[in-house]
């Protein structure tokens, strides 16, 4: 069983940046992909990134293309998720989620993970 804690999210303005930080335990991380997903109030679940188990791949949603970096540290269990020139529809609770190995071809797909954190609120203003 893999346990996953999200944390780093907050309040920012617009423009403004985050660091969001999963944290894993319970499992051979470095054998997990790992993706970020976020809901907002109303909407359906959304794909935001993916990292390969091997860290080699990388997955971005078209919404966050070209401000989102995504990179892992095995030595820390941790997946980090950096956000920048956020704006106020990035505003949502952000979740991640944890596959063994995973089919790369479906890393964008929230059924393609097993194990989920809590999720952790990003709030953008205006």
């Known amino acids: 069983q893999v346990q996953l804690v999200e944390s780093g999210g907050g309040l920012v303005q617009a423009g403004g940046s985050l660091r969001l930080s999963c944290a894993a335990s319970g499992g051979t991380f470095s054998m997990y992909a790992v993706g970020w997903f976020r809901q907002a109030p109303g909407k359906e679940r959304e794909f935001v990134s993916a990292i390969s188990w091997d860290g080699i791949d990388t997955y971005y949603g078209d919404s966050v293309k070209g401000r989102a970096t995504i990179s892992r540290d095995n030595a820390k269990n941790t997946v980090y998720l950096q956000m920048n020139s956020l704006k106020p529809e990035d505003t949502a609770v952000y979740y991640c989620?944890?596959?063994?190995?995973?089919?790369?071809?479906?890393?964008?797909?929230?059924?393609?993970?097993?194990?989920w954190g809590q999720g952790t609120q990003v709030t953008v203003s205006s």
């Open positions: 989620a944890a596959t063994y190995r995973g089919y790369r071809a479906y890393l964008g797909h929230d059924s393609s993970y097993n194990y």
